[in-house]
C-alpha cells in the first residue's frame, strides 16, 4: 500500500512521547532469542511439556521467565499470567493442554482499553503431528515471539499508557489456532475491551523462495466485512459502502500512518493486503476477528516456502528447514519497532467510538451521530469522495454529532475518530447505516 500523505492534524497519531527517547529494539538480543527458542529441539505443541531442556514446555517456562525478568527490572510494572485449556482437534485428537504465556502492563483504563502484541511460540516440521523431530522453528514463529519480548522489554520502560497491554506467546497455533482461540475467548469471558490485536507471524525474512529479497516492506493483512457481523450488520455494510472500512481494515490503515511518519528507526513500508490472511492460510487473530475484536497480522514482504514447515535437509541442492542463519534480523528489528510504535500511539489514544451512523438521504447535508469513547476530549471527523481510499481532514468536534453542510451523503464515506486530552488519536471509526432489524 503507498505510503499515506497525512494531514498535520494526525501527523502525531497519538505519540505523545517524543521519538528520541524511546529505546530501539536490538538485532542481537533478537537473535539471541531467537537462537534460544531454537535450543529447545522442538516446540511442537505435543511435545514434552514436563522435559526441562527440550520440548514446547521447556520453551515456555524460558518466555515466562524473561518476562518475570522484564517485569522485575521495572519494578512489578508487568504482571505474568499463563492460560491454560485442555484442548482437542483434527490434530490434537487426544487433547493436551494448550498454555499461553502472557506479559501484561495495566493501563489507566484496565480492561476497558486493550492492546495485544502476539507471536506463536510452537513450532513443526512436514508432518504435522511429528512432535519427535528437530523443528527449529525460527521465523515460524521464533520472529514473532522473539519481537513480543522485546517488545515488553522496550515498552515497560516507558510511561503508563491509557491501555491496558498485553504481551501474548501463543501455543498451538501450527495444531489449528489453539493458542489464538484460547486467549480471545478469555478476552471475551473476562469482559476486555480489545481495541487491537497485533499478530505477530513470519517476520524475520527477507529471501523469497525465488530469490527475490524484500528488506523494506512488511505485509499487513486485515478483514474488510467483519468475520462476527451477523446478516443485518453485514447488510448494513454492504448498503452504506463500508466493506473495505472495519475496524481490522482501518487498524491496517493506522498502522501504515505510523510507518509512513518515517522515524529513523522503521524504514519500512506497510503493504496492506485486504484479506484476513495469506490466501488459503490463517492465523491466531482469525479467533480475535470473529470474536467481534480489531486484529491484523504482519508477516514478511516476502516468504521462503522452503524454510516453513519442513523437515531438515538438503534436496537437489536446496537446504530445507527453518533455521536461525536464514533470518534477516536488522528486519526484524524494523518490525519490531513498527509494532511498538504503533501499540503505543494506540495506547496512548483513547478507544475509537464503537460505531457511528450517518444519516441525510434526499438532503444536501449529511448528519453524524456516533458513541461517545471513554478518556474522549474531542473528535475528529473525516471524509472523502466515494470513490477515493484516503481520508480527508474536516475539523474537530467535542459533541457526538455534527452536520457536514453542503456534503451530499450519497457521494461521499465519512469516519469519525476519537482525540484524547493529550492529543494522541484513535483509529478512524466508519460511519453508516444502522442495521435493519
Known sequence: M?????????????LASPVAAQSSPK???????????????????LSSATDPKRGIGAARRWAQSEFEKIANACKGCLKTELLERNMSGPRI?????IVDVLAIKPGKMGWDHVIIIAGHIDSRVSDVMDFTKDAPGANDDGSGSALVIEAARIMAQQPQTEATIVFALLSGEEQ????GRLLAETAKERGWKVSAMLNNDIVGGTLGTDGRRVENVVRVFSE???ASEDLAGQMARRN?????DGPSRSLMRYADNVAAQKFPEVTLDV?????????ARGGDHLAALELGFPAIRYTVGVENYHHQHQDLRTENGIEYGDTVDKMDFDYLAKVTMLNVLTARALAEAPPAPSSATLGGAVTSDTTVKW????????????????DAQVWTFVRDVEGTDAVLKGVIVDDHFVGVSAVGPNGAESVITFGGLPPRR
Open 2 to 14: 503507498k505510503k499515506i500523505a497525512l494531514v498535520a492534524s494526525i501527523i502525531a497519531i497519538g
Open 27 to 45: 538485532p542481537e538480543r533478537l537473535k539471541a532469542d531467537v537462537e534460544k527458542l531454537v535450543s529447545f529441539g522442538t516446540r511442537h505443541t
Open 93 to 97: 485428537p487426544n487433547g493436551v493442554n
Open 176 to 179: 489449528g489456532l489453539m493458542g
Open 224 to 226: 474488510g466485512i467483519r
Open 240 to 244: 452504506s459502502g463500508g466493506e473495505d
Open 271 to 279: 503493504f496492506g493486503v485486504r484479506r484476513p490472511d495469506r490466501f
Open 371 to 386: 458513541d461517545a469513547a471513554p478518556g474522549a476530549k474531542r473528535y475528529r471527523l473525516y471524509q472523502r469522495r466515494a
